[in-house]
Structures are given as C-alpha cells and as structure tokens.
T-cell receptor, first 112, second 111 residues
C-alpha cells in the first residue's frame, strides 16, 4: 500500500497564528517524504524533503519548518502564518531513487 | 536551477480532437514522470519514462521521452471530457532523490 494520510483537509487560520499539518504514510519502511505547495492549480513547489528520521532538507527559505519524528510521520509547521502561506499543501512519499512519488489528498490552507 | 517548461499552459478543445502537450528543459533527466490532477486532489501518476526515445501508451494517451532525455510529450487521441484536468510533468536527476515539476498544462475538453 502507498496510502498517504494528510490532515486537516481544510484549514482557515488568521495571520500570525501557528500551523501544524500532519502526514502519515503506510507501506515500506524508510521512505523518502516530501512537502509541496501548490498555488491556484499551478505547478508544485518543493518545500522540504526527508530521507530519514530527523533528516530534513529545506528547498525554499521561508517561515515554515518540517519535522520527521517517526519513520512514517512528516509534519509541516509554522510559528506565525503569513497571508502568502495560503495554498494547497501536498505530502508525498517516494522510493529510494526518488524518481517516482505518490501524493496524499492535500490540505487547503487559507490565511486570513 | 533545473527548470521544466510546459506548453501550452492552457488548452481548450472539443471532444474528439487530438492534442499534444510538451515538457522541455535544458537539463538532462534520469527519468521523467507525467501526472494528472483533478481540482482539490493530489496529482496521480500516469507514467514514468526512463530511456531516451522511449514511447509508452496508456489507452488513448501516448508519452514520449526525447532522445537526449531533456524533453517529453504527451499526445491524446480523440480527447474525452474525462481527460479534463491539470497535467504535470516532473523530472529527476540521478541521486537527487527529489523531483522538479513543470508549471502544468490546464486541459479542458468541451462536450
């Protein structure tokens, strides 16, 4: 199974509030995990990826952070949200080669 | 920065017509993937191509990887309204363990 669970599915948060999006995956152990953001039905921007517990690579400087406390858990956080953080956030898992990834259902974040 | 440029960005055609979507880059990729995304859902993998010149068919969809592994195309024959969606190409570089995505082609098939 390549099942990926993301929650919450929809979130409306005020500017300056904290954020926590959670993702858990099923299937083989030690997967690569990714957080992407997509603006208004356009291409995907890679935010963070992780090749193992506690190992996080950041792709874009911003006020977001990611953590991987367990092998199959990936969390996206922010201490203070900005209006520009609004978007569709996608968690994904990949095989060790990284050339094929599978996406979760996505989480809509609206910052007001 | 390894960029993937997709064209056209928007395409609206009538049911039954044929179409081709392109994905181009100046970089060489180890493999290239095509995804389709419905509104409010995550992208779904359609195909992965790994060999230069490779052609893969998925019913009415034909995918081709360029000989130099820098570009790819998606051809749809006799388009159906169910083909409507956002088509994304993505490529990876050997050892990078991450994909680079194009900006997508928004396809609308009108009945």
């Amino acid at each position: 199974s390549q099942t990926i669970h993301q929650w919450p599915a929809t979130l409306v948060q005020p500017v300056g509030s904290p954020l926590s999006l959670e993702c858990t995956v099923e299937g083989t152990s030690n997967p690569n995990l990714y957080w992407y953001r997509q603006a208004a039905g356009r291409g995907l921007q890679l935010l963070f990826y992780s090749v193992g517990i506690g190992q996080i690579s950041s792709e874009v400087p911003q006020n977001l952070s990611a953590s991987r406390p367990q092998d199959r858990q990936f969390i996206l956080s922010s201490k203070k949200l900005l209006l520009s953080d609004s978007g569709f956030y996608l968690c994904a898992r990949g095989d060790r080669s990284g050339n094929t990834i599978y996406f979760g259902e996505g989480s809509w974040l609206t910052v007001v | 920065t390894q960029l993937l440029e997709q064209s056209p960005q928007f395409l609206s055609i009538q049911e039954g017509e044929n179409l081709t979507v392109y994905c181009n880059s100046s970089s060489v990729f180890s493999s290239l993937q095509w995804y389709r995304q419905e509104p409010g859902e995550g992208p779904v993998l359609l195909v992965t191509v790994v060999t230069g010149g490779e052609v893969k068919k998925l019913k009415r969809l034909t995918f081709q990887f360029g000989d130099a592994r820098k570009d790819s195309s998606l051809h749809i024959t006799a388009a159906q309204p169910g083909d409507t969606g956002l088509y994304l190409c993505a490529g990876d570089h050997q050892g990078a363990q991450k994909l680079v995505f194009g900006q997508g082609t928004r396809l609308t098939i009108n009945p």
